[in-house]
């Protein structure tokens, strides 16, 4: 096979409000936590296993930072499609230090809120941008496919096979 792959796909909470800061260029970054977790039955006791993983993600696409910081909150539910990036970076001391985080960049990313519009909505979809929607127009997504607004009885819960 030639070449490589490097993408990566969470479904998760975010465990705090999202962090955005500006460049002095002008443009921005949105730092969000992310919390993964899957549950299992240990053989032996029978018990009721949790393990969940955190993941540091940054985003540098300008209209998914701008639905991140217009939409997500503390809680959240997320679907997120970005790569592996380590990056290195100097403590107060002056010592090399390395973070490996989940990068959503222009053209490379992709967003999808799973709870909804608004606060504490039961909706069905949620909004979503990325790929190649970004460079759309302004607006509430900034250029992203809208989400389903309705409730649970818009859905069609019939198996199609």
Known sequence: ???????????????????????????????????????????????????????????????????????????SKVYLEGQLETRKWQDQSGADRYTTEVVLRPYRGEMTLLDGRGDGGSGGGGGSAGGYDEGGAGGGYGGASGGGGGGRSDLDDEIPF
């Open 1 to 75: 096979m030639a070449g490589s792959v490097n993408k990566v796909i969470l479904v998760g909470n975010l465990g705090r409000d999202p962090e955005v800061r500006s460049f002095p260029s002008g443009g921005k970054v949105c730092n969000l936590r992310i919390a993964t977790s899957e549950t299992w039955r240990d053989k032996q006791s029978g018990e009721r296993r949790e393990k969940t993983e955190w993941h540091s993600v940054a985003i540098f696409s300008e209209p998914l930072v701008r639905i991140a910081e217009q939409y997500l909150k503390k809680g």
